[in-house]
């Protein structure tokens, strides 16, 4: 299983960017998916979860200027990220909970860097 996270760039604060993540693989079925966000020097935090019911989290910092979804039929997440700041630049990483035959298992994408300039 591989998950692959696309979209990060360099954008000026006030932008916008839209993540995505596709998974691949000999997979059954995806449970919860998610995004996280590490920034130079500081922990990896969690940015937003979704699960298969499309139940939602978000983290306070982005509550309102990020937006979680999935299409289970293309196997992706992706995270709508709007009226971005300087303190949103992290690499970003996508998270699933995927399945595979009987076994699941946590799995993480490469991460891509977000940089929102000020």
């Known amino acids: 299983v591989q998950l692959q996270a696309s979209g990060g760039g360099l954008v000026p604060a006030g932008g916008f960017l839209t993540l995505s993540c596709a998974a691949s693989?000999?997979?059954?079925?995806?449970?919860?998916m998610a995004w996280y966000r590490q920034a130079p020097g500081k922990q990896r935090e969690l940015v937003a979860t979704?699960?298969?019911?499309?139940?939602?989290n978000y983290a306070r910092s982005v509550r309102g200027r990020f937006t979680i979804s999935r299409d289970d039929a293309k196997r992706t997440v992706y995270l709508q990220m709007t009226s971005l700041k300087p303190e949103d630049t992290a690499v970003y990483y996508c998270?699933?909970?995927?399945?595979?035959?009987?076994?699941?298992?946590?799995?993480w994408g490469r991460g891509t860097q977000v940089t929102v300039s000020s």
């Open positions: 998270y699933g909970v995927i399945y595979v035959a009987s076994a699941g298992g946590t799995y």
């Open positions: 693989g000999s997979i059954r079925r995806i449970e919860d």
């Open positions: 979704i699960r298969p019911d499309a139940s939602i």
